[in-house]
């Protein structure tokens, strides 16, 4: 089956230079969610969205936007890369819920580790 | 203090051994996830939980709502199955899709 994918993988930038993460959700799915997992810590929520609309913001840097385009793919823009920058950066995709109450899961993308140097 | 805490940080296990992860929580929640981190870093969902029990394969994960509290266990441990475990939840606030809240994961060794 058809997984969520991310790219690049592994990404090395410099201080101050851009960087762009691409999320593929798997087939179908509608809702993609952003998270950055620094060295030693727990996955924090940066964004979401739901049909190409914005649905939720987290911890995001006002230095990074993001966007999810007409195939449901969604793109991180990051710039002005700070050293504390580097960490791993997960999409996750899901399906929305018809109704209330109904959760569906989330899958996980492999991630793109960004080493800012 | 965390929305969502695990215990133990760090397990380190024999072969074979049964072993138990737990995870607390604060709030409400719609959901509960177990997911496994390997050393490479990609995250895998092992089990989605609102109530209940689940099982797969070796792994079994239960939940209970009112005692916010959640387990998951390994049956006949082995070496592959060396990993972060990180409980994470989706809290009843964000309704019944959003981004979910993590712990902090444990980290287990399984010896041969």
């Known amino acids: 089956a058809a997984g969520v994918i991310q790219s690049p993988r592994h990404l090395i930038k410099e201080k101050r230079e851009t960087a762009t993460l691409k999320c593929y959700p798997i087939p179908r799915h509608d809702t993609v969610y952003w998270y950055q997992q620094g060295p030693g810590q727990d996955p924090q929520f940066l964004i979401s969205f739901y049909e190409k609309m914005q649905s939720d913001k987290g911890s995001i840097p006002d230095r990074f936007s993001a966007q999810q385009f007409s195939d449901y793919h969604s793109e991180l823009n990051m710039s002005s890369l700070e050293l504390g920058d580097s960490a791993l950066y997960f999409c996750?995709?899901?399906?929305?819920?018809?109704?209330?109450?109904?959760?569906?899961?989330?899958?996980f993308g492999p991630g793109t580790r960004l080493t800012v140097t | 203090k965390n929305e969502v805490e695990q215990s133990p940080q760090n397990l380190t296990a024999q072969e074979g051994e049964f072993i138990t992860i737990n995870c607390s929580y604060s709030?409400?929640?719609?959901?509960l996830h177990w997911l496994q981190q390997h050393p490479g870093g990609g995250i895998v969902s092992l089990f989605m939980?609102?109530?209940g029990k689940k099982k797969h394969g070796r792994l079994i994960a239960t939940i209970n709502i009112q005692e916010k509290h959640s387990s998951l266990h390994i049956t006949a441990s082995h070496p592959r199955d060396s990993a972060v475990y990180i409980c994470?939840?989706?809290?009843?606030?964000?309704?019944?899709?959003?981004?979910?809240?993590f712990g902090k994961g444990t980290k287990l060794s399984v010896k041969p």
């Open positions: 996750a995709s899901s399906l929305r819920p018809p109704l209330a109450g109904i959760t569906y899961e989330q899958y």
């Open positions: 709030v409400g929640i719609s959901a």
């Open positions: 994470a939840v989706l809290p009843l606030w964000k309704g019944s899709q959003g981004n979910l809240i």
């Open positions: 939980l609102s109530s």
